[in-house]
């Protein structure tokens, strides 16, 4: 989807080239505390001294003078005026600052705010505080600060945004130090809380000595792929970039794509840390834009983990996957293949017909705010829009402070890219009683598709009364018991098993080991059924359909890999949910469709396992990646993966065994 702002995310101002010492533009960032150093070329103080006879640009002006000041503001600006017309040698306004002005005013700053060994000479009241330390006592912040850095600058970076000047610590690595950013004008001086890489500053200083031994390691983090469409073709200047960081996403870097859709992005690090030991692991959040298009699939995970170095710990395996951590100075693979996009084009009414404006109309449950286009509704525009990905499952909805009565329309699924004119009728005002219905959905052509492309939305539907929610929880509870033996646990009589997967053995106790990574809020439902509220509940022949909602949504996720094997993943796709829908073969009690949120699941070829327990032989997912698995029944019960057709990652399972005896496979 492409037309949500994600948020904007902040780095720092460091320049990937050039030398030159002229910046261009103001800093973008927080405010300038009142505490940073003040630049005596201010215009209004310099002109009012020279018409005072007091042109010494150190000249302090009198106290009359400042406590008027107020007043005589429309003069001075006058003043300035008239002053500047007739002089030629006064600099054009404002005056930007020159590199070593620049690294002066740093230097400055970082001594007067008490970093270095020399007591500060801010006065209290004018220190500047960093982000994180406004909770903190005045004197205890400097007590800390104190002796931390060398009071001459590292080096220095420049950008379009101003300068940044990098210092280092008195004590530790040589390979880190801390930065002060300022803007081009020398004004707002902020020192930066992260650690901060002086390998990264593109002039070193040639005042500083430095150790050749401790010159900072090169260490940088490229991603390599190529950016296509579903045929295949390249998508020449397409956008890539990642964001990086823990929290507050700081860092990352971005490229744009060559004539044939390749590219290669080098970026580096969010946060920081001193400790040489430290993988200092973090989010590396990648995205792909190009005009007229929007992402369909990607061939990693979209959460992905950046490192230094792979340290293999307890924790960090059972988080990280080994396929999902993108190392420094290891060329990371990410393909990307993008779509031409379903838009979405919304108009609202009301009871009567009248177009509406519908505040925090919003798509998915993503609580991002709608683009609108203007309500011109001689031209025929809608008065929101939105660019989304085609064959997936999109809910407009209406956000309320109270989530139980947050608003729903039923699900639309574009078939395929183009135009979908949608009217929303809003009913009712208060809590629990608005209704948001579809009542007009046509193609460009005027042709009425809602028969294409609406679906059962369970957060669109009247919740079911006391009787039904039970009877409902009742057939939930039943299909859990039939299927335990996969979804949850080993059959009895099994206490460990092993098999060959290519050269590899896998001896295991835990059920997760015989499946590839897949957990949908089938898997979960026996453990939140207190938080499920039913609304519909449907019988037709031999199938039953229920929908239902959570009070709080859950983790989904599904990908080409055995995790508890650890077997890399050859696709992965994870998201959250909080509703769902469930086709249920009533003869069998065994699910056979399940739509929850973005993920589809269709299970088949059922086998039985006796006392009224099934196991399904073939499982297919859809969504932004398709999934495709086969399973074999081996003696006496264990269900286990056979193959994931099409990729290598999970070869042919051969050589089980179950409680250390080779295990036959179970017969038909």
């Known amino acids: 989807m492409t037309m949500h702002s994600r948020g904007r995310l902040d780095s720092y101002p460091i320049a990937s080239d050039g030398v030159s010492d002229s910046p261009s533009e103001t800093l973008i960032g927080p405010p300038a505390s009142a505490g940073g150093p003040r630049r005596k070329n201010d215009p209004l103080r310099r002109t009012l001294q020279r018409l005072l006879g007091r042109e010494s640009p150190r ?18 600006a006058l003043a300035i005026g008239v002053y500047q017309d007739r002089s030629e040698t006064e600099p054009p306004q404002p005056v930007t600052v020159l590199r070593s002005e620049a690294v002066a005013l740093a230097e400055e700053f970082v001594c007067a705010n008490g970093y ?8 209290l009241d004018q220190i500047t505080l960093e982000s994180i330390e406004g909770s903190s006592e005045l004197a205890a912040i400097l007590r800390e600060r104190r002796g931390t850095l060398l009071p001459r600058a590292y080096g220095v970076s420049r950008s379009e945004h101003g300068w940044t000047v990098g210092f280092r610590h008195r004590e530790g690595p040589a390979t880190v130090g801390r930065a002060v950013t300022l803007n081009a004008f020398g004004k707002n001086l902020r020192m930066q809380h992260q650690g901060f890489m002086l390998s990264a500053l593109e002039t070193r200083l040639a005042s500083v000595e430095v150790d050749p031994d401790e010159a900072p390691p090169a260490r940088r983090w490229i991603s390599v792929g190529r950016v296509t469409d579903r045929e295949g073709r390249g998508i020449p ?7 990086t960081g823990v929290g507050t996403l700081l860092g990352g870097g971005s490229t744009t794509a060559g004539p044939d859709g390749e590219y290669a992005l080098e970026f580096g690090e969010g946060i920081f840390t001193t400790e040489p030991d430290s993988p200092n692991r973090q989010i590396a959040w990648f995205f792909v834009e190009a005009s007229g298009f929007v992402e369909w699939t990607r061939t990693k995970s979209e959460h992905l983990t950046m490192a ?47 177009p509406i404006e519908e505040a925090g109309l919003a798509l998915d449950e993503s609580n991002q705010t709608s683009k609108a286009h203007g309500a011109d509704q001689e031209r025929g525009e809608a008065r929101y829009a ?31 890219p183009g135009r979908y004119h949608i009217t929303l009728r809003s009913t009712g005002s208060a809590p629990g009683q608005r209704a948001l219905s579809i009542i007009r959905l046509t193609d460009d052509d005027g042709r009425d598709v809602r028969s294409e492309v609406l679906l059962l939305a369970p957060g669109a539907q009247p919740p079911l009364d006391e009787p039904g929610q039970l009877e409902a929880r009742a057939v939930v509870e039943r299909v859990l018991e039939a299927n335990r033996y996969w979804l949850k646990e080993l059959p009895p009589g099994i206490q460990s098993y092993s098999y060959r997967l290519g050269e590899r053995v896998i001896e295991s106790t835990s059920p997760d080991a015989r499946t590839p990574k897949h957990t949908s809020l089938l898997h979960q439902l026996g453990e939140h059924l207190d938080d499920v509220t039913f609304r519909f509940h449907r019988v037709e022949g031999d199938t039953i359909t229920l929908a239902y909602s959570l009070k709080e949504p859950l983790r989904v996720d599904a990908g080409n890999g055995i995790a508890a094997a650890g077997t890399p993943y050859a696709g992965y796709v994870s998201t959250s949910a909080r509703e769902g829908v469930l086709s249920i073969d009533a003869t069998l009690w065994a699910p056979l469709e399940h739509s929850q949120g973005k993920i589809q699941e269709t299970f088949s070829r059922y086998r039985s396992l006796g006392d009224g327990h099934v196991v399904p032989l073939k499982i297919e997912i859809q969504g932004k990646m398709k999934f495709r698995w086969e399973f074999e029944v081996y003696e006496p019960g264990l269900w286990i993966v056979k193959l ?15 409680n250390g005896r080779p295990a036959a496979l179970k017969d038909q």
Do not use: C
């Open 308 to 354: 230094r170095f792979h340290q293999k710990t307890e924790d960090y395996d059972s988080l990280v996957s080994e396929p999902d951590l993108i190392i420094a100075n290891a060329p990371y693979r990410i393909d990307f293949v993008l779509t031409r996009p379903a838009t979405l084009l919304v108009d609202v009414v009301d009871e009567q017909g009248n």
């Open 386 to 416: 939105w660019d989304v990905r085609p064959e997936m499952s999109w809910t407009l909805s209406i956000p309320s402070d109270q989530k139980r009565f947050r608003t729903h329309t039923d699900a639309i699924v574009p078939k395929a």
């Open 644 to 658: 994931i057709p099409g990729t290598a990652v999970i070869p042919q399972v051969t050589d089980v065994h179950v």
């Open 59 to 76: 000249a302090k002006l009198p106290g009359w003078l400042a406590g008027a000041s107020l007043a005589l503001l429309p003069v001075a």
């Open 116 to 123: 270095t060994d020399a007591p500060h000479t801010q006065d």
């Open 237 to 243: 200047g397409a956008s890539v970039r990642v964001a």
